[in-house]
């Protein structure tokens, strides 16, 4: 029995805004809604006909409030995926299908904005909503501080090599420094950049580390079969998963030493494969949500593309690339390279890459997986493909 989701709905837009740090022009609300009106200018969409948002992350900008610049009619659905950090990003997709499917809305924006002057510091965000007494009373204060600890975990008890990081960050950079919109645009980067980088959390340096930046994405879902009658190829949704497991989140897990240092994706990688019908082996592209170059390693451990034990076979730099590699990851640049807007651009180039529009081209790739989290307390993944099946 094929599953509800499978092919069922379609991107047709996507819009991406990017500046640097503090460094938008516009305000977060208005950096938005050009986001926004971009996605649906490429799809040759009247923005008005927009009926339902989605979004994650704690995100500040209450769908009511961008009707009147969009001259939308009518609002009949908006929705956020729980969880401070970016775990929701592939959730939002399976809520938006949902609305579209039930007929509680027919066009749905799904989004994310963090402009500083708007929504402050991300890493302040994130630990407002996961700190909690314990880990002040151990000194714990920042994101940072957080995963390095399960990151050292992964490698000292369950045996990752350390050095496989700089193979992930590596080809983030050869990927972002071919990306127009990239931070890391034109730019040359070598293991010995990152080694010798600033200290932030042992084992993190500067560029192990996601790099924040001012903007904003949109992405425009309707159905299958509206998708078809747009301006652009449609991207169809195959399936969507999310949640966790018992134990899982917050202070729970330190106490489990077979999930410490995973990334929580393993029972939301096994229902993803179980509604699609697909394995890792069918997977041809991964965007993959890096808020740490370490819990990117966990979450290809925890979507079934290695173990910790062979991690060092697969993450290396020439399988990652997209020039021939046997898993191409971020193909943008990623959270790490091409700048990050809790992680909406790792689901623009999704479609872009299943578009044929990425600036660097998987050839012949059907499918992607796109993976939120990791270690949030709640993670979503999500299959798209460039054909409905």
């Known amino acids: 029995m094929t599953h509800p989701l499978y092919g069922t709905t379609a991107i047709a837009g996507v819009g991406l805004r990017q500046y640097r740090r503090g460094a938008s022009p516009l305000p977060e609300r208005s950096t938005l809604v050009e986001a926004i009106l971009a996605a649906c200018a490429e799809a ?8 339902g ?57 799904i989004f994310r904005a963090l402009v500083e002057g708007g929504s402050g510091r991300m890493s302040a965000a994130v630990m407002a909503h996961h700190l909690n007494d314990h880990m ?7 994101p940072a501080q957080v995963c390095a600890i399960r990151a050292n975990r992964l490698f000292e008890h369950h045996g990752v090599p350390r050095e496989i990081v700089e193979e992930l960050v590596r080809a983030s950079y050869h990927h972002g420094s071919r990306n127009p919109e990239a931070v890391a645009y034109g730019q040359p980067f070598d293991a010995d950049m990152l080694r010798h980088s600033r200290l932030i959390a ?44 018992a134990g899982w989140g917050d202070l729970l897990d330190n106490d489990d030493d077979d999930l410490y240092a995973t990334a929580g994706f393993r ?10 019908g697909l394995s890792p082996a069918d997977i041809d592209v991964v965007q993959l949500y890096e ?11 925890d979507h079934g593309f290695c173990t ?10 020439e399988n990652l690339i997209a020039d021939g590699g046997r898993l191409p990851v971020n193909t943008s640049g990623g959270n ?33 997986l796109l993976a939120g989290g990791p270690a949030s307390p709640t993670v979503s993944s999500a299959i798209f493909a460039n054909s409905p099946g």
Request: charged content about 20%; proline content about 4%.
């Open 267 to 276: 029972p939301v990688a096994r229902n993803l494969y179980a509604a699609t």
């Open 136 to 142: 002040l009373a151990a000194g714990l204060v920042s």
């Open 202 to 245: 042992e084992p993190f340096r500067l560029f192990d580390c996601s790099r924040e930046n001012d903007g904003a994405g949109a992405l425009l879902m309707v159905s299958a079969e509206r998708a078809r009658d747009l301006a652009k190829p449609p991207v169809y949704l195959l399936g969507c998963a999310q949640g966790t497991e």
């Open 336 to 368: 790490l390279a091409q700048g990050f807007i809790h992680g909406i651009g790792l689901a623009v180039e999704a479609v872009r890459q299943l578009r044929g529009e990425s600036a660097n081209p998987v050839a012949g790739a059907r499918t992607c």
């Open 53 to 109: 948002f989605v979004s994650y992350g704690d995100d500040k900008n209450e769908p009511v409030r961008l009707m009147p610049a969009l001259g939308i009619r009518e609002l009949r659905w908006s929705a956020s995926v729980w969880g401070g950090g970016g775990g929701g990003i592939a959730g939002a997709f399976g809520i938006a299908a949902a609305a579209i499917l039930s007929g509680q809305a027919s066009a749905v924006v």
């Open 44 to 51: 040759g969409f009247d923005p008005a006909g927009i009926d």
């Open 291 to 301: 808020n740490f170059d370490a819990q990117g390693v966990m979450s290809l451990i």
């Open 308 to 317: 910790a034990e062979s991690a060092a076979d697969l993450i290396r730099f």
